[in-house]
């Protein structure tokens, strides 16, 4: 069985992250905010979980969502 292999390129990232944010009607800093609350509703933890995955990806310091 052969391995797939995904390739995702600097651009792509950098627009899945814009989509992300979009998705939630919310800017980087505003989404930061909520999270030194506490208070993300569940949508907006699969939207942290996803902007976590592509900082790692684009080796942007984790906590640089």
């Not at 989509?19 to 609350?37: C, D, P, Q, T, W």
């Amino acid at each position: 069985m052969a391995v797939q292999r995904i390739t995702e390129t600097w651009d792509s990232l950098q627009e899945r992250r814009a989509k992300v944010l979009a998705s939630l009607g919310m800017s980087r800093e505003e989404l930061r905010a909520r999270v030194r609350v506490g208070s993300l509703s569940g949508a907006e933890w699969a939207a942290l979980e996803s902007l976590t995955e592509i900082a790692f990806l684009l080796d942007d310091a984790v906590d640089d969502i």
